[in-house]
């Protein structure tokens, strides 16, 4: 997810460590933050293997500020990781808004609603968080503890506007209607 991110801020435009942590800090600080010891090492990493480029313009201060650029090979990267993602960056939330928010970026509709259509299939499959001695799915009128009842009533909401979210995405895209970047 983290590496997801960097090179999907990167697409937009270059930038420095700092405002890269900020962006992905507002994308999923409140669920996973990131921190230093994690950014730095993913980003020296994704230099190694030629994804970008670090180099050095003045700071305000005096002092020479790294800026992080995509290099050709990282937009590859970032186009792959978009057109097939790994199966938990489908059924993870979390991952999944992070796939999401750089989607635009895939400029084939098609393509765009493939991933789309990946994660309605997972969301429309019978799950719960909790399940009976048979292993079938509890819902919310079978539970008796309002509090995992509340779970399981806010998941059945949340799940229903995401999956006409889909629905409607994908019959936008798939209709011509959506502008890709």
């Not at 983290?2 to 900020?22: M, Q, R, V, W």
């Not at 970008?52 to 290099?71: F, I, K, M, N």
């Not at 990282?74 to 489908?90: F, Y």
């Not at 750089?102 to 799950?127: H, N, Y």
């Amino acid at each position: 997810m983290l590496t997801l991110a960097i090179l999907g801020f990167l697409h937009d435009e270059p930038l420095h460590g700092y405002e890269l942590k900020s962006r992905i800090t507002g994308l999923t600080g409140h669920v996973r933050p990131v921190s230093d010891g994690a950014l730095y090492p993913a980003i020296t990493r994704l230099e190694k293997a030629g994804l970008l480029v670090r180099r050095s313009e003045p700071g305000s201060g005096g002092a020479a500020r790294q800026v992080l650029e995509l290099t050709a090979e990282g937009r590859a990267e970032l186009e792959r990781r978009l057109s097939d993602p790994e199966e938990v960056e489908i059924s993870d939330q979390i991952r999944f808004f992070t796939v999401a928010t750089f989607l635009d970026r895939l400029t084939d509709p098609a393509r765009q609603a493939a991933v789309l259509r990946r994660r309605l299939a997972f969301l429309e499959a019978p799950s719960s968080f909790f399940y009976d001695a048979d292993g079938r799915p509890v819902t919310a009128e079978q539970e008796p503890n309002p509090f995992r009842r509340g779970m399981l009533l806010v998941a059945r909401a949340s799940g229903a506007a995401e999956r006409a979210w889909l629905a409607d995405t994908i019959a936008e895209l798939e209709g011509g209607g959506a502008t890709a970047r």
